[in-house]
Antibody, heavy 120, light 107 residues
Framework: EVQLMESGGDLAQPGGSLRLSCGASGFTFSIYSMNWVRQAPGKGLEWVSYISSRGNTIKYADSVKGRFTISRDNAKNSLYLQMNSLRDEDTALYFC?????????????WGQGTVVTVSS | DIQMTQSPSSLSASVGDRVTITCQASQDIVNYLNWYQQKPGEAPKLLIYDVYNLQTGVPSRFSGGGSGTDFSFTISSLQSEDVAIYYCQHYHSDPWTFGHGTKVEIK
């Protein structure tokens, strides 16, 4: 079964850091580009970051540029999001989402999400 | 950035009704337009990609249309299991943005 499972969400203080992980199973992780998408409580969806299959192309939303870093380890079938200088507005459910082959901005498989709460 | 304007923000319809949601892009996005369904407490699910292509396993009562800046999403015969929030999303150029969502309920 194709599956994505996020972990690492927690309560963090403003200015603090967290590292999210996403484990993939049931498909050849190394050939797919991956994304992080977030959803603030009671709000809609916001694309956060993209990484190509080999990690050589990376994109960020302006809201996280310079603070978040996306990475991946294809040997471990894992995607990561290093979140630094956290702000209250980063509070959200964070999903990892697989990009469809040949359609980088189409998210065809989603994990269940991990909750990040930024509060003092 | 390209803005996606969805309407209505919510609707209530009876089982069996035809339901249509519209999505307007702030500039021409050609056919780089997807639709997602998010049921309560669940992750989003891709329903339609590139305007009108149904993702594998998606029932044929769902359909999409449009081009350029104006797009639509239709449920031909609303079922109780279709209660969800539906989002359009473009991927013409990054940042890839979503509409604010349309909440579909049963009357």
């Amino acid at each position: 079964e194709v599956q994505l499972m996020e972990s690492g969400g927690d309560l963090a203080q403003p200015g603090g850091s967290l590292r999210l992980s996403c484990g993939a199973s049931g498909f050849t992780f190394s050939i797919y580009s991956m994304n992080w998408v977030r959803q603030a409580p009671g709000k809609g969806l916001e694309w956060v970051s993209y990484i190509s299959s080999r990690g050589n192309t990376i994109k960020y939303a302006d809201s996280v540029k310079g603070r978040f870093t996306i990475s991946r380890d294809n040997a471990k079938n894992s995607l990561y999001l290093q979140m630094n200088s956290l702000r209250d507005e980063d509070t959200a459910l964070y999903f990892c989402a697989r990009a469809s082959l040949s359609r980088a901005g189409t998210f065809d498989i989603w994990g269940q999400g991990t909750v990040v709460t930024v509060s003092s | 950035d390209i803005q996606m304007t969805q309407s209505p923000s919510s609707l209530s319809a009876s089982v069996g009704d035809r339901v249509t949601i519209t999505c307007q892009a702030s500039q021409d996005i050609v056919n780089y337009l997807n639709w997602y369904q998010q049921k309560p407490g669940e992750a989003p699910k891709l329903l339609i990609y590139d305007v009108y292509n149904l993702q594998t396993g998606v029932p044929s009562r769902f359909s999409g249309g449009g081009s350029g800046t104006d797009f639509s999403f239709t449920i031909s015969s609303l079922q109780s299991e279709d209660v969800a929030i539906y989002y359009c999303q473009h991927y013409h150029s990054d940042p890839w943005t979503f509409g604010h969502g349309t909440k579909v309920e049963i009357k």
